[in-house]
């Protein structure tokens, strides 16, 4: 414990304010020049005994020392005895008795002579029980009354209320201990659970000073320790972990102390117009940005490791003054570890001995929604072995699968990489991550530092794959519900500033470090040239949205140009959505967003009007073929026999369908005998998001009024279609439809029913009617006029129609009733459902294919928007 310096001036003799202010004056010149030889520690108790002396000096100039009934105790910081240059002066003036009108104006002099004295002061003055029934109602005052230390007055009034303060019924260990935790909870919300914003607040954002105090607090109430150092004797911190803590505070202290003399005043935020001068002050160089990144690198990782220490902490009073782990039951999940309620618990102190189970930790976080934290003496052994680490996690095999298998989790990006992040195993494992912990972002536009931003962005992207947030950015949930390998755009997010603060283009650096991953971790070719793509264009599209006229047909092909095909377009439409709203939560709008949405759609448009690359296919293609081989292998599928049926196939096909659906397709095909009959395939389980339905059959006039008709009959909404036929001229279409409750279709009795319907509307070649459905009273609110537009093709034999309508039931149905009776054949289709808004895309013909005259093309038009337009009314 560092002792007070002693001021070499004395309290003037003669009263007078100016006289005071002086002495204020030259106090202050002194703790400046003092701040370069001598430590915080000394410095803080050096003030807070000036003001000792400067108090009771004015308690005997106002007679106050003469009203035997008055006491004055410092509380709070003050009455621990450590006062920041500016910081605050908590008083309190205990009464023994109701106080005279004279007591009451000797008071008010005095209190209105240290505001004069610009000191800031917050007091209160109160009985005894007043004290403790305030401080029983309210969590705070009881913590200040804790920390109480006598200045002067009547001693007795002091010692009685002391203690009555220490009795264990004026706040019950368990009771505090809890209201202390509930506090710390609401005052890290507030910050949005982080300690990595821009602009931090030394003393409350999590990590920060008042961490600490809680753990200080909580040890005094329960184990009744005067020092923190004590905590070890009581063996929940080791010496290296005391030791550590105190050199975390050491550092927050000097930051604090040099904030006040440049802003001087009392301020704990470090703000950008501080940051220079408080660098230069703590040494760090006056070199600009250089210093203040070097200073708040050290910020961010001493603020990581006091988060660790108080969550470790805390969780050991927990079991201590709750008792909590005893009521625990213990589910083991493999030799390494074990769920203890709602912690994951190491089961073996040598457990990280083997470098790949850490990664196993972080993979059984995932694969168990129940678990929300580690266990602390886990948090300790994970701890002690990062400092030992020699290289990086990513050098083992093991830790490489594993890494792999979390990126790929359904539940990976939730509780897991917040827990990887918060305890260092993010730069741990890549040494890339490690450049960016801490690493400052100049800009008013971001809020925290990279590896923040960059955490929130994976948290961003994983909400778009939660149910309860379907309805926040619902294009971005169809989008990745359809995502072949969602964990292509977690890598890219983790990527796409990865190579900040390291000088040059960040995104063509980070592009050199996915490709490097890649190639580490035995990603395809294609995979990895997509990540590649992603991290080197992750700020294109919001360029283009934010600084280009989107409504300029040439800014839209410029950009299709540069994306090449709609499955870039969809991981970077997700991507840029996270990225954007993961720098500051204040400058996300729906200006902003709705930018964004219509770059996409008409992007989208300009794609499935002829855009698209063949060349750019090609890689994917061969892919999807590969493995589609591969598990028709596993199935016991002859090879020679899939040839023959593939050689019907457009590559088209390859490219749209995964190989899972290929593979499905593949293998029922080749045990389909009568080809004069329809193949209805209908998943049982939801596949991409839905119900997948896949209808091959002879290709015919009004085939897609009929099974959108045959789909209306069941009451299923269709979520997406895809209408193609292969060189044999037999059609190939699939249908994602839901129960119009939004869930899959699963009920065995449903499916066939449907299955039938198909099979029936298709063979008995019925009429494409369909039951009027009930409207959707939700739509009411929307108006999306109908609106169609025929577009110029490549193909002269074949007409592009776009159509945009609200998305009432049944629209499909009219869509297709409307092509029938219109004597229309389609071709190909894509139908996209945003929100309230359809927007399908059709190549059609007439009956005798040809493409369509301006003149039927004006009787389409017409009759369509007759027909969506009553149905929409109706």
């Known amino acids: 414990m560092s002792t007070a310096l002693a001021f070499d ?8 304010l100016d006289s005071y202010k002086k002495y204020f004056s030259d106090f202050l010149e002194w703790l400046k020049v003092a701040a370069d030889s001598h430590t915080v520690a000394s410095l803080v108790r050096s003030r807070a005994h000036f003001i000792d002396e ?16 008055l006491t004055l105790i410092a509380v709070g910081g003050y009455g621990r005895g450590e006062l920041h240059p500016f910081s605050d002066v908590d008083l309190l ?85 809890q209201a202390k935790r509930h506090e710390q909870q609401g005052r890290h919300a507030q910050y949005h659970g982080t300690a990595y914003n821009l602009e931090p607040n030394l003393k409350a954002n999590p990590g920060g000073l008042r961490d600490i105090q809680t753990i200080g607090w909580v040890a005094k109430k329960h184990f009744r320790t005067r020092t923190m150092h004590e905590l070890v004797a009581h063996q929940y911190l080791t010496e290296d972990e005391y030791q550590e803590l105190m050199e975390c505070e050491a550092y927050l202290w000097q930051m604090r102390f040099a904030l006040h003399l440049e802003a001087g005043r009392n301020e704990n935020r470090i703000l950008f117009d501080y940051q220079p001068s408080v ?96 266990h602390s003496e886990t948090i300790r052994l994970l701890r002690q072995v990062r400092r030992r680490l020699m290289g990086d996690l990513q050098d083992y095999a093991g830790c490489r699968q594993l890494f792999m298998a979390i990126m790929r989790h359904p539940r990976g990006m939730d509780r897991a990489i917040t827990l990887m992040h918060r305890h260092g195993i993010l730069a741990a494992y890549l040494p890339q991550w490690r450049n960016i912990v801490g690493q400052m972002q100049f800009d008013l536009f971001h809020a925290y530092t990279v590896d923040e931003h960059t955490h929130r962005v994976l948290k961003n992207l994983h909400r778009y794959s939660e149910p309860e947030f379907a309805g926040e950015f619902p294009l971005c949930t169809d989008i990745v519900k359809r995502l072949e390998k969602p964990e292509l755009l977690y890598l890219a997010g983790i990527f796409h500033d990865i190579a900040k603060g390291r000088g040059g283009d960040h995104s063509d650096l980070g592009a050199m470090d996915a490709r490097e991953f890649g190639k580490l971790h035995k990603l395809s070719e294609f995979d990895t040239k997509l990540i590649v793509w992603l991290v080197e264009q992750h700020l294109l599209m919001s360029v283009t949205a934010q600084r280009r006229d989107i409504h300029d047909p040439s800014v839209i092909a410029e950009f299709a140009e540069k994306v090449r095909d709609e499955t870039r377009l969809n991981y970077l439409y997700c991507l840029t959505l996270a990225d954007i709203r993961a720098t500051n939560d204040n400058l996300w709008n729906d200006w902003k967003g709705s930018l964004l949405r219509e770059l996409y759609l008409g992007t989208q448009k300009a794609f499935r009007r002829g855009l698209e690359k063949p060349m750019d296919l090609r890689d994917q293609i061969r892919e999807h073929q590969t493995e589609a081989l591969r598990l028709l292998a596993e199935m016991g599928i002859d090879g020679e026999k899939i040839s023959p049926l593939w050689s019907k196939f457009k590559a088209d096909y390859f490219a749209r369908y995964n190989p899972r659906l290929i593979a499905w397709h593949t293998e029922n095909l080749l045990q389909h005998t009568d080809f004069t009959k329809p193949m209805v395939l209908i998943s049982p389980t939801a596949l ?25 009959s069941k009451k299923v909404s269709i979520y997406d279609a895809q209408i193609m036929t292969n060189k044999d001229g037999y059609a190939m279409d699939t249908f994602v439809v839901l129960e119009q409750n939004g869930a899959a279709v699963t009920a065995s009795s449903r499916i066939n029913s449907i299955k039938t319907a198909l099979e029936t509307y298709i063979s008995n070649q019925l009429p494409p009617e369909r039951n009027k459905a009930r409207p959707n009273k939700q739509l009411k609110a ?14 002269k034999q074949r007409t592009m129609l776009e159509l945009a309508a609200l998305d009432t039931p049944g629209l499909l149905a009219d869509i297709g009733q409307v092509f029938s009776q219109c004597e229309i054949n389609i071709h190909a289709a894509k139908i996209t459902t945003i929100g309230e808004r359809a927007e399908d895309f059709f190549m059609i013909s007439t009956r005798q294919d040809e493409a369509l005259s301006s003149e039927q093309q004006s009787q389409l038009r017409r009759v369509l928007v007759d027909q969506l337009t009553h149905a929409t009314e109706g």
Not at 54 to 69: G, I, P
Not at 695 to 710: E, G, I, K, S, W
Request: proline share 3%; net charge positive; hydrophobic share 40%.
């Open 782 to 795: 929307f108006h999306v006029p109908p609106k169609v537009v025929f577009l110029p093709g490549k193909n």
């Open 279 to 374: 660098a230069r002050r703590l040494g760090f160089g006056d070199d600009g940005k250089a210093s203040v990144e070097r200073m708040m690198k050290r910020f961010f990782l001493t603020v990581q490791r006091v988060s660790e220490l108080n969550d470790m902490l805390l969780q050991h009073f927990e079991g201590s003054i709750l008792k909590s782990h005893s009521k625990f039951k213990v589910q083991p999940l493999d030799d390494s570890f074990e769920i203890q309620g709602h912690l994951i618990s190491a089961t073996d102190k040598a457990v990280f001995a083997r470098r790949e189970n850490i990664l196993k930790l972080f993979w059984h976080i995932a694969n168990h929604s129940q678990i929300d934290g580690i």
């Open 93 to 177: 003036i205990l009464t023994g008795a109701k106080l005279s009108p004279l007591q009451q104006e000797q008071i008010g002099k005095f209190i209105t002579m240290l505001w004069d004295l610009r000191l800031e002061v917050g007091h209160s003055v109160r009985t005894i029980k007043e004290s403790l029934s305030l401080g029983r109602d309210d969590i705070t005052i009881a913590t200040n009354l804790m920390e109480m230390r006598y200045l002067c007055g009547n001693s007795t009034l002091f010692n009685e209320l002391q203690l009555e303060v220490s009795k264990d019924n004026f706040w019950p260990s368990k009771d505090f201990f």
């Open 688 to 712: 991409r998001g839905g119900t997948q339905i896949f209808v091959y059959t002879a290709d015919q006039p009004n085939l897609f009024a009929r099974m959108v008709a045959a789909l209306d």
């Open 9 to 16: 001036k004395t309290i003037p003799g003669q009263f007078t």
């Open 54 to 69: 400067v108090l009771q000096a004015l308690w005997q100039h106002f007679d106050l020392a003469s009203q035997k009934q």
